[in-house]
């Protein structure tokens, strides 16, 4: 599994959304990719994200992307 680092999208900065992680198929995300986000006041955030970017679980499923946004 490759990480595919990108921003923020504006809709998502609005959203107040600090994070967010896609597992995809492809280097970008699909309409029906299940999207994770983190927002500025989610509890234990810091966890949230640090187990958002452990994907080393998904490394022989048909996923091969974990798109990373973030500022």
Known sequence: MKKAYKKLTTTQKARGVIFSSCLST??????????????KDTADRDTVIERLLNDKFFNSSHWNYNIIRRD
Do not use: P, S
């Open 26 to 39: 492809q280097k970008y995300e699909l309409i029906d990719d299940t999207m994770h986000e983190v927002f």
